[in-house]
């Protein structure tokens, strides 16, 4: 079958990285750390995907700014000191392997910065499958288009041949913003109708499911 697309974007963290819980887990725990009222689960999660400082914004509202930097620091005290509990979603790297293969390029748009996705790269020993990679800190954060603006011209796609996935509405409405086709992942941060309402190509419940469609309709 022809291919309809020749670049795949996919989301990192509640992606392809199972750290949703340990994401949420050390912001709440860092909020604590500065004697601040932790946030719930469900606003701790809406804000995987983003950059840091726009994540706390939304998941601290009406913090100071001026404790950014501390409460970014006790964040990230609390997430290396848990990163080795936490590893790719079963089935991906063969799902990786076999879009290859197939000559897909491949990258990654995520909320973490340089320095975090680098570690977690070579944590799971997947650096070597991406083409390319744009994060929060390096260039515009979720759900500004600038990170799909930015891969599309390095590997001359147009937008209806760049294919965004993602577990996040602010994964869907980058797409949206590109002027990119996505599809959805509900084992991620978000529930399901939440990234219904950006009608993504797909709505997958599981790994095996994504891999499917994407040999089929990729």
């Given at each position: 079958?022809?291919?309809?697309?020749?670049?795949?974007v996919?989301?990192?963290?509640?992606?392809l990285?199972?750290s949703?819980?340990?994401i949420?887990?050390?912001?709440?725990a860092?909020?604590?750390?500065?004697?601040?009222?932790?946030?719930?689960?469900?606003?701790?999660?809406?804000?995987?995907?983003m950059g840091?400082?726009?994540?706390?914004?939304?998941?601290l509202?009406?913090l100071?700014?001026?404790?950014?930097?501390?409460?970014?620091?006790?964040y990230?005290?609390?997430?290396?000191?848990?990163?080795h509990e936490?590893?790719?979603f079963?089935?991906?790297?063969?799902?990786?392997?076999a879009?290859?293969a197939?000559?897909?390029?491949?990258?990654?748009?995520?909320?973490?910065?340089?320095?975090?996705?680098?570690?977690?790269?070579?944590?799971?020993?997947?650096?070597?499958?991406f083409?390319g990679?744009?994060?929060?800190?390096?260039?515009?954060?979720?759900?500004?288009?600038?990170?799909?603006?930015?891969?599309?011209?390095?590997?001359?796609?147009?937008?209806?041949?760049?294919?965004?996935?993602?577990?996040?509405?602010?994964?869907?409405?980058?797409?949206?913003?590109a002027?990119?086709?996505?599809v959805?992942?509900?084992?991620?941060?978000?529930?399901?109708?939440?990234?219904?309402?950006?009608n993504p190509?797909?709505?997958a419940h599981?790994?095996?499911?994504?891999h499917?469609?994407?040999l089929?309709?990729?």
């Open positions: 079958m022809p291919q309809r697309f020749d670049l795949i996919f989301d990192w963290d509640g992606t990285f199972d949703t819980a340990l949420v887990k050390s912001m709440q860092a909020a604590v750390d500065l004697g601040l009222e932790a946030p719930s689960r469900e606003r701790a999660s809406y804000v995987i995907g840091l400082v726009e994540a706390l914004s939304h998941a509202p009406g100071d700014r001026s404790l950014y930097p501390a409460l970014g620091e006790r990230r005290h609390h997430y290396l000191a848990s990163a936490v590893t790719l079963e089935g991906v790297p063969v799902m990786l392997q879009l290859k197939r000559h897909h390029w491949l990258a990654v748009a995520t909320g973490k910065s340089r320095r975090g996705l680098d570690e977690a790269l070579a944590a799971v020993n997947m650096a070597q499958l083409d990679t744009r994060t929060a800190d390096e260039t515009a954060s979720k759900p500004h288009p600038q990170m799909l603006l930015e891969l599309m011209r390095e590997f001359g796609t147009e937008p209806e041949r760049t294919l965004m996935i993602g577990d996040t509405s602010h994964d869907l409405e980058l797409a949206r913003n002027g990119c086709p996505a959805a992942v509900t084992y991620g941060a978000h529930a399901h109708e939440g990234l219904r309402t950006y190509l797909l709505v599981d790994v095996p499911s994504l499917t469609w994407l089929d309709h990729a």
